[in-house]
């Protein structure tokens, strides 16, 4: 399978806790989003990444929020000190840097904060 | 700034209907415009898109045409099956954003036989 992955596929946590998701995307593509998507809403976008530089962050819901791609292939999100309203689908995407490109979304990660 | 506005759910249709989705966008540069598909249990998956004016997607027997004009990306299909009971979202991609996508909120359709 080539396509875009994400793990975990759930993840449930306590508020207060720290909690990080990983993505790997389509190897060839160089840019990386990060999307939230809630229940009956379309996804939200996040931050993205150009092989390993962040060029958006400002749309980070928060500073608990951080991403990193240290080698311009797979990505990290870390959500700090858990807060239920975190509770979402936490999506990735990748495509590669050409006009009207595509983007290729992997089949999120549930987090579920208590 | 960017946004999409979509037509608000849910849709129900019987099996052979004919299916419209209304899109409407705002943008400040020249987007590129997508549908977007999420069966249930599944990811997003992209169903067609139009990258200029007048352009016009299609696949698996669904069209929308890129209207300047009207600033909308309305997503038709002349006869509908139960398969493709699904959520659609129109979005947008606005190389002035970095082609960050812009989402409307999703349309759920449910077709019954």
């Known amino acids: 399978d080539t396509g875009v992955s994400q793990n975990p596929r759930h993840k449930i946590t306590k508020r207060g806790q720290n909690v990080t998701f990983r993505c790997d995307p389509i190897s060839e593509h160089n840019r990386l989003y990060w999307y939230r998507q809630t229940l009956g809403q379309g996804p939200e976008f996040l931050t993205y990444?150009?092989?390993?530089?962040?060029?958006?962050k400002s749309r980070l819901l928060s500073d608990r929020f951080s991403a990193e791609r240290p080698k311009g292939s797979f990505s990290t999100l870390e959500i700090q000190r858990t807060e239920q309203g975190d509770s979402a689908m936490y999506l990735c995407?990748?495509?590669?840097?050409?006009?009207?490109?595509?983007?290729?979304f992997g089949p999120g990660t549930r987090l579920l904060v208590l | 700034g960017d946004s999409v506005t979509q037509m608000e759910g849910p849709v129900t249709l019987s099996e052979e209907a004919f299916l419209t989705i209304n899109c409407t966008y705002t943008?400040?540069?020249?987007?590129?415009l997508f549908w977007y598909v999420q069966y249930p249990g599944e990811g997003l998956q992209l169903l067609l898109k139009?990258?200029?004016?007048?352009d016009k997607g299609s696949n698996k027997g669904f069209e929308a045409t890129y209207r300047k004009e009207t600033t909308s990306f309305h997503l038709e299909k002349g006869s509908v099956q139960v398969s493709d009971s699904a959520v659609y979202f129109c979005?947008?991609?606005?190389?002035?954003?970095?082609?960050?996508?812009?989402f409307g909120t999703g349309t759920s359709l449910t077709v019954i036989p």
């Open positions: 943008a400040t540069g020249y987007p590129s």
């Open positions: 979005a947008l991609s606005d190389r002035g954003t970095g082609n960050q996508f812009y």
């Open positions: 139009a990258t200029k004016a007048d």
């Open positions: 995407a990748s495509s590669f840097e050409v006009l009207g490109e595509t983007q290729y």
């Open positions: 990444f150009q092989n390993e530089a962040q060029l958006e």
